[in-house]
Nanobody, 125 residues
Framework: QVQLVESGGGLVQAGGSLRLSCAAS????????MGWFRQAPGKEREFVAA????????DYADSVKGRFTISRDNAKNTVYLQMNSLKPEDTAVYYC??????????????????WGKGTLVTVSL
């Protein structure tokens, strides 16, 4: 069992920055591909970013490329999402996800291994 706890959300003005963290406890963190997803009010949850087990490969949604950076520290069992140049359309609940095979494919199948409870990011004009 893996528990994921997100933190770092809050209210920020457009153009500002936030850094989200996701702390994992339980089974070996480095065994899991990690990712971030988000769900805006009235919309479906969507993929934001993913990072491989070693951190050597990352993947981003087109909407956040060049603005968001995902990273991980396996020694601290933590994955991060640095969000810069935030826009009002980035407002959403951001969820951390872990899957032993890969978060993108697992999300499409609807069977991601573990989810966090989410942290709210609100970007104002």
């Amino acid at each position: 069992q893996v528990q994921l706890v997100e933190s770092g959300g809050g209210l920020v003005q457009a153009g500002g920055s936030l850094r989200l963290s996701c702390a994992a406890s339980g089974r070996a963190f480095s065994n899991y591909v990690m990712g971030w997803f988000r769900q805006a009010p009235g919309k479906e949850r969507e993929f934001v970013a993913a990072i491989s087990r070693t951190g050597g490969r990352t993947d981003y949604a087109d909407s956040v490329k060049g603005r968001f950076t995902i990273s991980r520290d396996n020694a601290k069992n933590t994955v991060y999402l640095q969000m810069n140049s935030l826009k009002p359309e980035d407002t959403a609940v951001y969820y951390c996800a872990a899957d032993v095979d890969g978060v993108v494919a697992a999300n499409k199948r609807g069977d991601i291994d573990y989810w966090g409870k989410g942290t709210l990011v609100t970007v104002s004009l």
